[in-house]
């Protein structure tokens, strides 16, 4: 038994099933200080249902981070671009610049939503 | 394994260079968008299209919703681009945008009862051609199966655990970056990721033989 193995198990209470799992993010991470990984693995190396769930875990990591790669089709920066000016033409850019120039006067706009809106109506009740 | 591991010092002045290059490289393409050049437009979509495109696939499950979100998705970056504050990188902003509309895509789709099952059936159809079976001579062909049983693995977790095995496992995104997107605090992330991961070994373990 190492230095190491055996000032762990001096000093510290030996780490538990749950606390040893719940470390296997931080272990496949590598993001573990040097002591908390070799306590994890020294967890691992004496218990074999903790052993297998790590092999699962990080074969799955690994799997993921593998994977090959969706790459997108290739005419979608043409129909992005193609969206864009569509979208620039008839947009609501258009419709904002249209008000900017041709600006009604809300006494004047608001009688007039209600005629074409009266209007609208009878045309739809007439038999 | 570890995208965000520990770093050597030489690797870390080397990390540190090159996040300073890409920040010095977003800057000057946000200056050029933000004059209206179409050029840099299409320099931000092509360079951005292919990463965006793979992450609405992971949270969609399907390719042809995923193309029609990622146009988009494109078409309000455009719109936006003079909003970004630049308290982000660039790319950040972006997958922040993808995954709001992602995560509005699935709500549409859920109301229109488009539910995972029918959304997977390309992917269920392929790994279940040959999933289980030792792998074939054809490498390409046994990629794809090994995709299909990914991305099925991946479409039965909860959209939001979805969202942190594709940001970092899949596009290799920091922690720190994650945070920005999802707008989680730190251990939300983790131990959301943590149960999300066993999950999917649970769930692809089922698939071996």
Known sequence: MSGIHRRLQDVEPRMDHREAQALFLALADDDLPAPKALEVRTHLDGCEDCRQGWQRYA???KRLQGVAREKAPPALATMVLSRVRRKRRFGLRGLHAMHMNHRLPVEILIPLLLAAAVAAFLVLAAP | MA?????????EGAAAADA??????DAALLVRLRRGEPDAFEQLVRTHQDRLYDFCVRMLGDREEAHDLVQEIFVSVHQNVRRFREDSKLSTWLFRITRNHCINRLKYLKRRGRGRSEVYDEATA???EGGGTAPGPDAALESARERARVQWAISQLEPDAR????LRDIEGLSYDEIIDITELPEGTVKSRLHRAREKLADLLGRLEP
Do not use: P
């Open chain 1, 59 to 61: 074969s799955t990591v």
């Open chain 2, 3 to 11: 995208s965000g591991g520990v770093l050597e010092i030489g690797q």
């Open chain 2, 20 to 25: 300073t290059e890409s920040r010095r490289q």
């Open chain 2, 126 to 128: 392929l790994f279940t």
């Open chain 2, 163 to 166: 969202m942190l095995v594709a």
